[in-house]
């Protein structure tokens, strides 16, 4: 080979090692993603992958499913996560300066206080024995309908549970009540048909609001705002195919979590979906910062939140939006 030839191959070695740097295909890239195995923390990571959302914007997602938010903030705090999902039981974790919000995604009514058959109100719980998922919606609901009825949880019997196990123990009547949600309630309904639904999300509309949200590691957001920015990205190209294909959606997350997209549809029913403008628009004229602002009063009030970083801290929103433009 001549020096010119020489010369000319590391030319164009020179330029294939720029290129792939230039288009997101380094290991670098990689966003180390954890979901909730339901519609609310699945849908936007199916549509991505189907859609071939990471690609598009140079990053590539190793994706891993959690049991709830509180395991996912812990992950991001030890660096093992980037990015994660919390149902609104887990908001007072990024309020505290655990992580920051980088994104909402729901508004959420699939929370319920559910009890055997026969239970005719909150009050025919005193001294009963209810499940409840610690750090999650599930007990959110608990508290909140305990206070509407005059109660706390001195009037009952609390046993913290993982979600599984509440499953099994309603199921075999070993607890008389539940604090939890849908789709896991389909679950029991089959083996205890008559169930009593006591408790809902939209028993409290007005109070409060229950947004399911996307967050990132602090060093993530200070550190890593490109790669924060892409990942936002990603989610509002997917969060505009989630509002403009909704059955398709469905599917495509009955899909990742292997279950009948029946038992997906009836988890999306208790689901409100908030489109990309709708939230840009309620970031710029403060509704997101309003509805944080009284979970992080509602946080402090059970004792989980000592005090509040303040939702303009912990909350991303020109983050968000900006990820939105060229």
Same mark, same amino acid.
Request: aromatic fraction near 4%.
């Given at each position: 080979m001549t020096s010119r030839k020489r010369w000319l191959a590391g030319l164009l070695a020179g330029l294939a090692v720029a290129l792939t740097g230039c288009g997101g295909g380094s290991a670098a890239d990689e966003v180390r993603f954890g979901y909730i195995g339901?519609?609310?923390?699945?849908?936007?990571?199916?549509?991505?992958e189907d859609q071939k959302l990471w690609d598009k914007h140079g990053l590539s997602a190793d994706i891993s499913v959690f049991n709830n938010g509180p395991l996912q903030i812990q992950a991001l705090g030890s660096g093992d996560l980037d990015f994660g999902y919390i149902g609104p039981g887990a908001m007072w974790l990024p309020a505290s300066g655990q992580a920051k919000v980088v994104a909402m995604n729901t508004l959420g009514n699939a929370d319920r206080v559910i009890a055997q058959p026969g239970t005719n109100s909150m009050a025919d719980l005193r001294g009963k024995t209810i499940g409840v998922p610690q750090g999650t919606s599930g007990e959110m609901i608990l508290d909140l309908a305990l206070r509407e009825a005059g109660m706390t949880e001195k009037d009952v019997k609390v046993v913290p549970m993982e %979600?599984?196990? #509440?499953?099994? !123990?309603?199921? %075999?009547?070993? #607890?008389?009540? !539940?604090?939890f949600w849908y789709p896991a309630i389909d679950i029991i309904k089959q083996q205890v048909p008559g169930l009593v639904e006591l408790a809902r999300n939209s028993d409290f509309a007005g109070q409060l609001e229950f947004p399911t949200a996307f967050v990132a590691g602090n060093e993530v957001v200070d550190g890593q705002q490109d790669k924060a920015r892409r990942v936002l990205a990603v989610l509002r190209d997917a969060m505009r195919y989630r509002?403009?294909?909704?059955?398709?959606?469905?599917?495509?997350?009955?899909?990742?979590?292997k279950k009948d997209p029946a038992q997906?549809?009836?988890d999306a029913a208790n689901v409100q979906v908030l489109g990309v403008e709708e939230l840009d628009r309620m970031t710029a004229d403060g509704t997101v910062e309003r509805w944080l602002s009284t979970m992080d009063s509602y946080f402090t009030g059970t004792g989980q939140l000592k005090q509040s970083t303040g939702p303009a801290n912990y909350y991303t929103g020109e983050l968000f939006t900006s990820a939105g433009k060229p």
């Open positions: 339901d519609y609310n923390g699945a849908s936007l990571l199916a549509v991505a %979600a599984s196990t #509440i499953v099994s !123990a309603f199921s %075999a009547k070993r #607890i008389d009540a !539940a604090g509002s403009a294909n909704a059955e398709r959606t469905v599917e495509l997350t009955a899909g990742l979590l997906v549809r009836a």
